[in-house]
């Protein structure tokens, strides 16, 4: 502050002393602006002076740090700007990350062996969409082993297979028909309901009822 005041006693006594020669003024507000921009400025500058070899470590030490990050915090890394955008969206960090998500988890296998035709990353958002679906297609009843639970006990006669040509080989009832409708299982005479395993991403046909199958994965 001392320079203002300096500032405005030069002018008022070349004021005084010239008379009519006009000098610029500067008003106690202005040149308080003044300062108050200037130290503005000044900050900004530490703040960027303090930061910037962040923005310009080497990426090798940024794929490290990211490699911590759960894919919610990846995935904000993303609007940062370009460079972590593109760091980001690396399929090495996603693939990690559906290796550990889909550990355990049905409907994955295939996916993980390499037919997946997408980046990890929509992989990745693409399962955690389909996990609340809650209506199976016909091909996925053909696809999986079922393991049948009878008034909670689970058989001893092996796993259940329903074929794809619409037949049913019961250890019981012999060879007979199924269909899929509403979401519901026909076959043998009645209807049971289908519902999404949500701890396994599998599926449990008739929950609930005396008669109850259980999908696994082949």
């Known amino acids: 502050m001392k320079w203002i005041i300096e500032l405005i006693k030069s002018h ?10 006009q000098s610029p003024i500067i008003s106690s507000s202005q040149a308080k602006m003044s300062v108050t921009k200037s130290t503005h400025t000044r ?16 990426d090798a030490l940024w ?15 993303v609007l940062l700007n370009k460079k972590f955008q593109e760091t980001a969206n690396r ?3 996603w693939k990690l990350h559906c290796l550990r998500r889909w550990q355990g988890k049905q ?5 993980l062996g390499g037919s997946l035709n997408c980046s990890w990353k929509q992989g990745y958002a693409w399962a955690e969409y ?12 053909c696809q999986y082993s079922w393991k049948l639970i009878y008034n909670g006990v689970e058989s ?9 040509d619409g037949t049913y080989n019961s250890p019981y009832a012999g060879l007979c028909e199924w269909a899929l409708f509403n979401n519901g299982l026909c076959f043998m005479g009645v209807t049971l ?12 046909i008739g929950q609930g009822h005396r008669t109850e199958y259980r999908s696994i994965e082949r």
């Open 107 to 111: 409907g994955m296998k295939s996916l």
């Open 12 to 21: 008022k006594s070349g004021s005084m002393e010239e008379g009519a020669k």
């Open 63 to 77: 794929h490290v740090v990211l490699s911590f990050l759960d894919p919610l915090d990846l995935c904000s890394m």
């Open 43 to 58: 900050k900004i500058a530490d703040e960027n002076s303090k930061h910037y070899h962040y923005y310009w470590m080497p």
């Open 91 to 93: 399929d090495d960090f």
């Open 156 to 164: 001893r006669m092996g796993l259940r297979r329903f074929n794809e």
């Open 130 to 141: 389909d996990k609340f679906r809650q209506t199976i297609r016909r091909d996925e009843i």
């Open 193 to 204: 309901p289908v519902e999404r395993n949500q701890e396994t991403w599998g599926w449990v």
